[in-house]
């Protein structure tokens, strides 16, 4: 998956903005490995499901 690569070339990535991407389907639990990861921002996609647990460990993440 693209996160794991992304998590091994760039381990320090601050910010990930995935909106406006109409994307469907479930969270990727993988985004909870992105550990100094400080914004996730996921507006204007189509998620379905539950907020991945995973994400719950992200202890830098201050906005969501």
Do not use: A, W
Request: hydrophobic letters at 35%; a negative charge; charged letters at 25%.
């Amino acid at each position: 998956r693209r996160e794991e690569i992304e998590r091994f070339v760039y381990p320090n990535i601050f910010c990930r903005e995935l909106y406006s991407n109409n994307i469907s389907g479930e969270i990727p639990k993988e985004l909870g490995n992105l550990s100094d990861l400080v914004s996730l921002d996921l507006y204007q996609n189509k998620f379905s499901g539950q907020i991945p647990d995973t994400l719950g460990k992200l202890n830098h993440l201050r906005f969501l």
